[in-house]
Every structure is written in C-alpha cells, then in structure tokens.
Nanobody, 124 residues
Framework: QVQWMESGGGSVEAGGSLRLSCTAS????????MAWFRQAPGKEREGVAG???????AYADSVKGRFTISKDNANNTLYLQMNSLKPDDTAMYYC??????????????????WGQGTQVTVSS
C-alpha cells in the first residue's frame, strides 16, 4: 500500500509562491505518471500538472507559465512550484500516481493512488 507524505501548503497573498512536495513510500512498483490535482469547495477536482516516467510534463491552461512540476526519482518525491499565485488557485491540492501507461495525463479517473491533500489559500 502506498503511503504519502504531503507538505508545503499554506496561506499566501496574491503574487506569492509556494512549493508543494509529496513523498511516496511503501511500494515496489513503478509509477507511469504522477500528477497534482486540486479541488476547491463546490467545484470539481481538476488536474493541475502531470509528469510521466520519461519526464514529459503537462499543465492545465490556468497554471501554464506559473506552476512547474518536477520529481526526484531517487527520493520518490514529487514537487509543484507555484509562482504568481492568484486567489483562484485556492484549493486542496492532492498528489496522485498511476501505474498503467496511456490515457490523458490529467485524467483523474486514471489515477489509482492519492495523497491526503494539502491546503493552499491565496488571499487578494
């Protein structure tokens, strides 16, 4: 069973930055892809950024140019650097992983393993 440790969330003013991290442990298989999703109150979960085993990345249009996803394979850690934050970025952020290859990079239904979430709040 995959165990997750997420950190880096918090409260910032608009224009500020945060860096989320998510470390996975307790598994022996290889993830084909990892990603960050977010969900704001009253809204559907949306894909924010994803990265596959080859290092290819994908971003939601709303965060392109502001967010950067990366991973440290040696430490099984996924990162999300968030710059120029906006109040609309306020949400619970979740890291996720999948084993199966293929499918859309930010399709939440394709992801099997989910972190517990970390809250990001951006004030205007």
């Amino acid at each position: 069973q995959v165990q997750w440790m997420e950190s880096g969330g918090g409260s910032v003013e608009a224009g500020g930055s945060l860096r989320l991290s998510c470390t996975a442990s307790g598994y022996t298989y290889t993830f084909s892809s990892m990603a960050w999703f977010r969900q704001a109150p009253g809204k559907e979960r949306e894909g924010v950024a994803g990265i596959n085993s080859e290092g290819d990345t994908a971003y939601a249009d709303s965060v392109k140019g502001r967010f950067t996803i990366s991973k440290d394979n040696a430490n099984n850690t996924l990162y999300l650097q968030m710059n120029s934050l906006k109040p609309d970025d306020t949400a619970m952020y979740y890291c996720a992983a999948k084993i199966k290859y293929g499918g859309r990079p930010l399709e939440s239904s394709d992801f099997t393993y989910w972190g517990q979430g970390t809250q990001v709040t951006v004030s205007s």
